[in-house]
């Protein structure tokens, strides 16, 4: 299983951003899906997490500026981010729970990660 993030990248203070995640493998199922980042000497955090049903889930300093959202049938999950500020600038992880055709129960992966640079 491997999940491939895109879609990082420079941009101005108050801009935006897409990111796409694309699982791909020996995938059943996935359960829960998200993005999380960490900022240069920072621990990773919690950004915002989508149910297999569409319920989101968000860190209160992105809320109202960041929309996640799922495509099932694509394996796909994405972040939309406006109003971007300085202080969003990290590297962007996405993160699923999977049940694959091998395993018995679910497992985390994680992808490799994409920059988004915010300047003011």
């Known amino acids: 299983v491997q999940l491939q993030a895109s879609g990082g990248g420079l941009v101005q203070a108050g801009g935006s951003l897409r990111l796409s995640c694309a699982a791909s493998?020996?995938?059943?199922?996935?359960?829960?899906m998200g993005w999380y980042r960490q900022a240069p000497g920072k621990q990773r955090e919690l950004v915002a997490t989508?149910?297999?049903?569409?319920?989101?889930n968000y860190v209160d300093s992105v809320k109202g500026r960041f929309t996640i959202s799922r495509d099932n049938a694509q394996k796909q999950v994405y972040l939309q981010m406006k109003d971007l500020k300085p202080e969003d600038t990290a590297v962007y992880y996405c993160?699923?729970?999977?049940?694959?055709?091998?395993?018995?129960?679910?497992?985390?992966?994680w992808g490799r990660g994409t920059l988004v640079t915010v300047s003011s």
């Open positions: 989508i149910t297999r049903g569409g319920s989101s």
């Open positions: 493998g020996s995938i059943a199922l996935i359960n829960d």
């Open positions: 993160n699923a729970d999977i049940i694959t055709f091998r395993s018995v129960g679910s497992t985390g992966f």
